[in-house]
């Protein structure tokens, strides 16, 4: 052999073996980032566990703070805010009404004309304007100016066939989706705001109030006949359609229930009996929180450097405002500690609230085989390009371990009403059903959400879930307060219209 041969043997050698040096060292490396890949992950799932033992616990605490918040003023985590609705919608409401919804992402205006027992709604229209955001966080008058200008030009849209009776007030019954102290149908006081408002000037103020000034600076002459939550809403309209309603659940930028309570359980009530014997009662069971919920890192993380810290725990692991972005936490942690998408960690990951739910939904309801939405979505939300199908299918677990969190103890929630109401299991000799109206763009729109909290129910249900019915009240908040408005109305004395 010559010199030079056995050079080139030497070197090609040399090369052979750092170049698996390298491989192997990659190799490690990138077993080792799997490693603690899965151990976030597996960390996540277990403490985000909902045996059906846990969400008994997480129904019996929803109880008990639902008697308490009954019992007295500050005496609960649930406010059990009284609604002043006692008398919910017959089906005999006519004339034309107003309503407007106020309460997340968007805001919606609605004129309906109700034709009472035999003709029903007769038409119903409305529109949808979204809140710049930099009026989500500024002051009342800007907030409410916006609204009431809103509404002049809705008002403006009336055709001939929308015409109340000559001299009449236009009435309208606001939804207005944040805790507030009702002093009557049509005043209360703003208690805080969640959902992403902060609006400091406004709180402690009558939102009626508030809005009524902001008509009169457009020059719209229209009363404020009723003022609810979207909750409360929800549970009109769908009484308005099945009399078996008896509580409504909102799942959507945030999260509540209202339930029909009889008046003598309410002992903070003293005792004041409504003309039906019962009273809607707004739990505001957002700020639910007990030691029973699986609360993780991200959780505490996330509620710390919120508008709202130590409030609105339930809300926070629950609703569409927050689910993308405990998900977003956990990539970002996936990133830092196991190199999950590469050296660098991807700027945009950084982002707070960059990864909305609708976008997390999108992903987790990706069923083609190389999960090409997952792929689009984080090339498009995140910058990150590039990913293994091994990462992707990671990325679906993580989705899945979030939200039916979420669902699940959505579940408990209403299953602690049923509760609380004795409707939680099968009566001997007792058919009587009961509808629970839902509604939400996260119950509407996120299919295995929804899908994993009636089965949950269900599950919690047992026998008796047979007498128990979901009905999605698709928008009923809207025309529920205008059905209140017209039940409330100021004319209800006169001659009907
Ligand atoms: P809001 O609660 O703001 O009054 P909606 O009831 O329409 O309004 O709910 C909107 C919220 O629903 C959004 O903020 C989002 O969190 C959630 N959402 C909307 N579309 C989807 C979707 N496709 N998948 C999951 N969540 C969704
Ligand atoms: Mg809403």
Request: a negative charge.
């Amino acid at each position: 052999m010559g010199k030079a041969v056995v050079c080139a043997v030497v070197v090609s050698a040399a090369v052979v073996c750092a170049a698996t040096v390298l491989v192997m060292r990659h190799r490690m490396r990138s077993t080792g980032r799997w490693t603690k890949a899965l151990t976030i992950l597996k960390d996540l799932e277990e403490k985000c566990k909902t045996p059906i033992g846990k969400l008994r616990q997480v129904a019996d605490a929803m109880t008990v703070e639902m008697h308490a918040g009954l019992a007295s003023e500050g005496g609960s985590k649930l406010q059990m805010l009284i609604s002043y609705v006692d008398n919910l919608p017959t089906g005999d409401e006519k004339g034309w009404f107003y309503a407007l919804d106020l309460g997340g992402t968007n805001f919606r205006v609605l004129r309906v004309h109700l034709g009472g027992k035999l003709k029903g709604v007769i038409k119903q229209e409305f529109e949808e304007v979204s809140i710049p955001p930099h009026l989500m966080v500024g002051i009342a008058d800007a907030l409410f100016d916006f609204i009431a200008d809103a509404l002049l030009k809705f008002v403006a849209t009336e055709t001939e066939s929308f015409h109340l009776p000559a001299g009449r007030q236009r009435e309208l019954g606001f939804t207005f989706s944040f805790p507030v102290k009702q002093t009557s149908i049509s005043s209360g006081t703003l208690i805080k705001w969640t959902k992403g408002f902060s609006i400091e000037d406004a709180i402690g103020q009558d939102v009626v109030a508030e809005l009524t000034k902001a008509l009169d600076r457009v020059g719209l002459d229209m009363r404020v006949s009723a003022l609810v939550n979207d909750t409360i809403g929800t549970l009109a309209g769908g009484r308005y359609y099945h009399p078996d309603v008896i509580a409504a659940v909102i799942l959507g930028t945030g999260t509540n229930a209202a339930y029909v309570e009889r008046a003598q359980a309410i002992p903070k009530w003293h005792g004041l009996l409504s003309k039906s014997g019962e009273m809607v009662i707004n739990m505001e069971w957002g700020n639910f929180r007990s030691s029973h919920l699986p609360l993780t890192d991200y959780d505490f993380a996330l509620d710390n450097e919120s508008l709202n810290p130590g409030e609105q725990i339930f809300e926070k692991i629950i609703s569409g405002m927050y689910l993308g972005e405990i998900l977003r936490r956990v990539l970002l942690r996936l990133a830092e500690e196991a190199v999950f998408f590469g050296d660098e960690v991807p700027p945009k990951l950084r982002t707070p609230f960059i990864l909305r739910t609708p976008e997390m939904s999108a992903m987790h309801h990706d069923f083609s085989p190389d999960l090409k939405i997952v792929a689009t979505k984080l090339k498009d939300i995140f910058e990150i390009s590039n990913t293994s199908l091994k990462t992707r299918k990671i990325i679906i677990e993580l989705c899945d371990t979030i939200a039916i969190r979420g669902a699940r103890l959505a579940a408990a929630g209403i299953f602690g009403i049923l509760k609380k109401l004795g409707r939680d299991t099968l009566k001997v000799g007792e058919s009587q059903r009961s509808v629970v109206a839902l509604d939400g763009g996260l119950f509407e729109h996120y299919g295995k959400f929804s899908l994993s909290m009636e089965n949950t129910l269900k599950e919690l249900l047992g026998d008796a879930s047979e007498t128990i019915v979901i009905e999605h009240a698709n928008d009923g908040s809207g025309i529920g307060a205008a059905l209140l408005a017209a039940s409330h109305s100021q004319y209800l004395d006169s001659a009907s219209p």
